[in-house]
């Protein structure tokens, strides 16, 4: 099964900007269980694109105002729902913020 | 045995196979309803076979394979499931499959609801319909969120396991607070003591299949005490009856020895925890011949080996009272008037109780009047209607 695992924070996760992640990237490397992810920039670089009645609406800022913001992603491949919480778990960041886990859509027949 | 009562004891069962042979939810509670629907065509004429829960599982697994044939899905799960032969090697006799499937019900990523409902539909065999009366929302909400939560079983990959053991102390609570909390749906609703019963046999069932988990036996204790105290609990008008002045009699004390039995069994196991401590509680209550007869300082111990939330703050309050006479109590419970039990009824219910057995009774009277601002249900509003009027009477 694939997962995204959203990392968010509020502002306090700014001190952890340097940190890097302690060793976790290393091991889901090992596991081989990490398909891809990056770290991103703060919230207030993020640039919001939304077309209605096809009119081109940008905003500056993420699409939600919450203090939670995601600051980075890894998307993960491995067996089921208890051993991606298990890998989020032990993510730096569940320490401090939170982290989503989401299933991601596989792609219907045909489309690969 | 009744077709009704075959149908409560084997439906969990059969479901948990057909998950696990065909790994689809749906397909499974199809299979199973066509399997049961057989037999109450074919059992009146040919008689019921040694082993029902064998041959529904049989039926059941024959209407998967037929379906899987039909749609061509999956060669490989079809071969899979036709390979299972019930008969020879029954997996019907592997306890296994309900302890999987409860696990997967109560799995913490499924909101609350979704394990209360979904542990009813496919563990206890209720249909949407009954378990939306219980829950008193329209069916078709009922059927939507069954729906959502077996999906996100599956999109989530949710495991269909037992977990493995170093996830099992973190798990186990889920599965029993469901139940508890079931049960208590069904105790503080007359009309819904169809949910009490459905959890007392769920945990029965979990004790016998995790027989080395002593909360799991407490909570099954727990249960047994309280129901063998239910048809007490209210008067005829349908005001509440305290323990004090239930009819011990009436209290189904075959069911509180059976009760007392699993509950030693559970601290013999030797790890205590908070459902083998509530249990010991309502053993004290329920084992004491009459109400005077109470062992109050032992329950109050109890009450300290609880974790202190307010409201065991309270009972704890109300349990020393008792010990060491209404003065004390009265100023253990104003301790806690300023905290978080603002607004609790049972709070100036048990002041006012306090200062009637002070003689205070103009004090109770308004403690008595506070308390019935702020009761919920009916049953309590009578029963304190009823003591407010006691001390109003001047004497």
């Given at each position: ?19 890097g ?15 891809g992810g ?17 009119e ?8 939600a105002?919450?203090?939670e ?31 989503e ?8 027949p045909?489309?690969? | 045995?009744?077709f009704e ?25 199809e ?11 074919r059992?009146?004429e ?34 899979e ?51 939306a ?5 329209p ?13 996100k079983?599956?999109?989530a ?21 469901v ?6 749906e ?9 949910l ?33 105290r ?17 009819d ?17 069994g ?10 083998q401590?509530q ?27 609880l ?14 009272g008792?010990?060491d006479g209404p003065a ?27 200062l ?20 919920t249900?009916?049953?309590e ?15």
């Amino acid at each position: 099964m694939k997962y995204l695992l959203m990392i968010c924070g509020d502002e306090s996760a700014a001190e952890h900007a340097n940190d890097g992640c302690g060793g976790w990237s290393e091991d889901m490397e090992a596991r081989g269980v990490v398909t891809g992810g990056a770290g991103l920039h703060p919230p207030d670089e993020a640039t919001t694109v939304r077309v209605r009645e096809g009119e081109l609406l940008l905003t500056d800022g993420p699409f939600a105002e919450t203090k939670e913001q995601i600051g980075g992603f890894v998307l993960i491949d491995c067996a089921d729902l208890d051993e991606a919480v298990e890998i989020a778990a032990k993510h730096p960041a569940a320490g401090y913020g939170t982290i989503e886990i989401r299933p991601v859509l596989e792609p219907p027949p045909g489309v690969v | 045995m009744t077709f009704e009562e075959i149908y409560r004891q084997e439906w969990g069962q059969v479901v948990a196979t057909l998950i696990r042979l065909t790994g689809d939810w749906d397909l499974a509670e199809e299979c199973a309803q066509e399997a049961f629907a057989a037999a109450l065509q074919r059992w009146p004429e040919d008689g019921v076979p040694d082993r029902p829960g064998a041959w529904l599982t049989t039926t059941a697994r024959n209407r998967a394979i037929d379906w899987l044939r039909r749609e061509a899905v999956g060669a490989q799960k079809l071969r899979e499931v036709a390979a299972v032969s019930v008969e020879q090697d029954p997996p019907y006799d592997v306890p296994d499959d309900r302890l999987r499937l409860m696990f997967t019900c109560c799995h913490p990523a499924l909101a609350m609801e979704a394990r209360v409902a979904l542990t009813l539909r496919t563990l206890a065999g209720l249909s949407t319909a009954e378990i939306a009366r219980a829950f008193l929302v329209p069916e078709t909400t009922m059927s939507k969120r069954l729906t959502r939560a077996k999906q996100k079983i599956q999109h989530a990959g949710i495991p269909y396991r037992v977990p493995p053991a170093h996830l099992l102390p973190e798990r186990t609570p889920a599965v029993l607070a469901v139940l508890y909390l079931l049960f208590n749906e069904g105790y503080s609703d007359v009309v819904r003591s169809q949910l009490s019963s459905e959890a007392i046999r769920l945990a029965r069932l979990l004790v016998q299949l995790m027989p080395a988990e002593p909360e799991a036996a407490g909570l099954l204790a727990l249960m047994l005490l309280h129901d063998a105290r239910r048809d007490t609990r209210l008067a005829s008008d349908g005001a509440l009856v305290t323990l004090d002045e239930q009819d011990r009699t009436r209290w189904d004390h075959t069911q509180i020895s059976e009760a007392v039995d699993v509950l030693d069994g559970a601290l013999q196991l030797g790890a205590s925890g908070p459902y083998q401590v509530q249990a010991a509680i309502a053993a004290c209550h329920a084992t004491a011949p009459t109400a005077a007869d109470t062992d109050w300082p032992q329950i109050a111990a109890l009450y300290a080996q609880l974790p202190q939330t307010p409201v065991v703050a309270l009972n704890r309050a109300v349990a020393i009272g008792m010990a060491d006479g209404p003065a004390v109590g009265l100023r253990l419970v104003e301790d806690l008037a300023a905290g978080p039990l603002t607004g609790y009824h049972l709070l100036p219910a048990t002041r006012a109780d306090f200062l009637r057995r002070l003689e205070r009774r103009p004090e109770a009277a308004t403690a008595y009047e506070e308390a019935l601002s702020l009761a919920t249900t009916d049953a309590e509003r009578r029963y304190l209607e009823k003591r407010l009027r006691e001390v109003s009477v001047r004497s």
